[in-house]
């Protein structure tokens, strides 16, 4: 019997390293699409808001944030909506709520998820979307209008589309 020899061209470093390439690189197009997905979901929570924006307060706390591997990679960039009714600044004197206090409550709770989430989850990729009024639920369970079931809905719908489109299969 006759013995064969196979010299291969590729070492197995060589092989690990492309495998290594090629895992990184769909690891950044994940977290790029989910930033992407964030700032979809935030634009429709924004815009398709059903509550009247009495402060501007709740429309300003809706924010979304990119863990990768529990540290933060990506926040919204905060958007100030000012209220449509009057309020009693520091002097006293009536005017138009900024809607400033919103945006600072919504990166207070986006850090605080942000810390939650990244104990739970120190290795992988996480999306929240999140709006950090304490009454943003009230509005919604109470009131039955949308502050960020619309972008929750389309959130479901975007996900495993585009990780679809990544080469991912639902299991």
Do not use: W
């Not at 004197?93 to 206090?101: A, C, P």
């Amino acid at each position: 019997m006759a013995s064969i020899n196979i010299n291969g061209k590729t070492s197995i470093l060589g092989v690990v390293k492309n495998i290594k390439v090629k895992t990184d690189a769909l690891k950044a197009r994940c977290i790029e699409t989910l930033c992407y997905i964030g700032e979809r979901c935030i634009t429709e929570a924004r815009k398709n808001g059903e509550y009247k924006d009495r402060t501007g307060n709740l429309r300003s706390s809706i924010g979304y944030v990119v863990l990768v591997d529990g540290r933060s990679y990506q926040n919204s960039n905060p958007k100030v909506y000012r209220g449509k009714n009057l309020v009693k600044n520091s002097k006293g004197k009536l005017v138009k709520s900024k809607g400033d206090n919103g945006a600072k409550e919504g990166q207070n709770l986006l850090d605080k998820l942000a810390d939650e989430f990244a104990g739970k989850y120190p290795k992988g990729i996480v999306l929240i979307v999140a709006a950090g009024m304490e009454y943003a639920v009230y509005v919604e369970e109470i009131h039955n209008l949308n502050v960020l079931t619309s972008a929750e809905l389309l959130a479901d719908d975007l996900v495993p589309r585009y990780l679809k489109k990544l080469g991912f299969k639902k299991v």
